[in-house]
């Protein structure tokens, strides 16, 4: 039996093209959704664009028929928009003519009229209402990556031969000579274009080398002596996230890092960066550009006083603060002359060795020539992540930094944002180099380590 799947605004506002993800089923939009497009058509930045798009989508298909009696679409299925059911009851506590409210009568109508409906709507608290009126209802999923815990990290401990482990650094190692165990069995690995390894002795664990896989064999890393503006790497995830994020825009123009707060993605970030921007013998890019997606930053900027960067300057503190470490490395001296400190980082940003952007002026640009760190990238959507990803001009590097498991956008999960999307995507692309951070490399105090690990 074919479904019915009504779909709610906030479905069509994140991904227009969620009209045609249903395979040969029926598609329902109920007229309150296409009041809400309308409304939010000229709306900045993402959502009136969306919106909009999906405008042209549900043009496209008027061209072909009635609507309102059902159009074919090319996937087998069918879309109908639905203006009946509004005197449905729904339970007393429900009050007002609201939007939901409306979309959940359609749901009940049809449900009563023998359809096998299934509500796809982003909001938890929409499900819930359905529950409670015996609604079936789900998540969009066809942009979900796995749980957090399931998701690609982008490194593995493996198991070599002590004569391996003696000839890596000269020959590097063939992937079927390295093996994991699988209780008392050993099983060879089946590793992914760029992905890390630690590797230990077979005989002695402790004794470890670290390799990345080139596509052909395991090789030992290059850069394991380098340190970039003065960083000196702190542990195995630090020397993994080097080596990406010094690699050549042509041999790793996208690096994704995900972790915890305190695991030093946007510190070590910026200290690459700044060594390939600030320092000439190493100058690779013209400038480092930074941009951090706030939900309500990004739909207000427009109406907030003053010029872009004094917008933006309160939302970059955390870039400031790490900065404030990096140009003056002296931890005794650092802080007793606020003033010459400010100087030094306002000198960055100055002579444009820095920029920061709001996201809405990254997106739909040609980014040449750039060392492009998007921070806090779990607040992108599958959508926008793509959009920028797919605008980056020659000789960019772009970093996408975040935690999937600290989300400030009402309409994502750790299984749909646009930084886990992107590390799924991307997975065994030889242009993308991926590394997580784990939770026992916190270098921020002893207090953060505890802390991320408890709570």
Not at 307 to 326: F, G, H, M, S, V
């Amino acid at each position: 039996m074919k479904k019915t799947y009504v779909l709610d605004t906030n479905v069509i506002i994140q991904t227009p093209a969620a009209l045609y993800s249903f395979e040969d089923n029926r598609v329902i939009l109920p007229v309150a959704v296409l009041e809400e497009l309308d409304k939010h058509k000229n709306d900045d930045a993402e959502r009136g664009a969306n919106c909009r798009q999906a405008i042209r989508f549900l043009e496209s298909l008027r061209t072909k028929g009635s609507l309102y009696e059902g159009v074919m679409l090319d996937t087998g299925g069918m879309l109908k928009i639905e203006t009946n059911y509004t005197s449905v009851d729904i339970p007393e506590g429900f009050h007002g003519d609201t939007c939901d409210n409306r979309i959940l009568k359609v749901c009940k109508g049809l449900m009563e009229k023998g359809d096998n409906v299934i509500l796809v709507t982003k909001d938890i608290i929409v499900r819930l209402k359905a529950q409670m009126m015996g609604v079936p209802a789900e998540d969009f999923t066809t942009e979900q990556s796995p749980n957090f815990e399931a998701q690609y990290t982008g490194r593995m401990d493996a198991y070599i031969s002590d004569k391996a482990m003696g000839e890596f650094k000269k020959k590097g190692l063939s992937p079927e000579n390295a093996f994991v165990m699988d209780g008392l069995d050993r099983v060879n690995v089946d590793p992914v274009p760029n992905q890390f390894f630690i590797l230990h002795s077979e005989t002695n664990e402790k004794s470890t080398l670290l390799g990345r896989f080139d596509g052909n064999k395991i090789v030992p890393l290059w850069s394991i002596n380098e340190e970039p503006f003065g960083v000196k790497p702190r542990n195995v995830g630090q020397r993994f996230l080097q080596e990406a994020l010094m690699q050549d825009p042509e041999t790793a123009p996208l690096v994704i890092v995900k972790g915890t707060a305190g695991t030093a993605k946007t510190f070590y970030s910026l200290a690459v960066g700044l060594q390939h921007t600030y320092e000439p013998a190493s100058r690779r890019y013209r400038k480092i550009l930074i941009t951090r997606p706030n939900v309500q930053f990004d739909e207000d900027i427009g109406f907030l006083p003053g010029t872009e960067q004094e917008k933006i300057a309160p939302y970059l503190r955390p870039i400031i603060d790490n900065l404030e470490i990096l140009v003056d490395r002296n931890e005794n001296e650092r802080y007793k002359n606020e003033k010459q400190l400010k100087d030094k980082i306002d000198e960055l940003f100055y002579r444009g060795v820095i920029v920061a952007e709001a996201m809405n002026f990254i997106r739909g640009r040609s980014i040449t020539n750039t060392f492009l760190i998007i921070d806090e990238a779990q607040n992108l959507t599958p959508k926008q992540v793509k959009g920028i990803v797919t605008r980056v001009g020659r000789g960019t590097k772009v970093v996408l930094l975040g935690d999937p498991q600290q989300i400030d956008h009402p309409l994502l999960d750790e299984r749909t944002n646009g930084l886990s999307y992107a590390s799924e995507k991307m997975k065994g692309s030889h242009l993308c180099f991926q590394i997580t951070m784990r939770t026992d490399e916190c270098l921020r105090s002893i207090l953060a380590q505890d802390a991320s690990t408890r709570m």
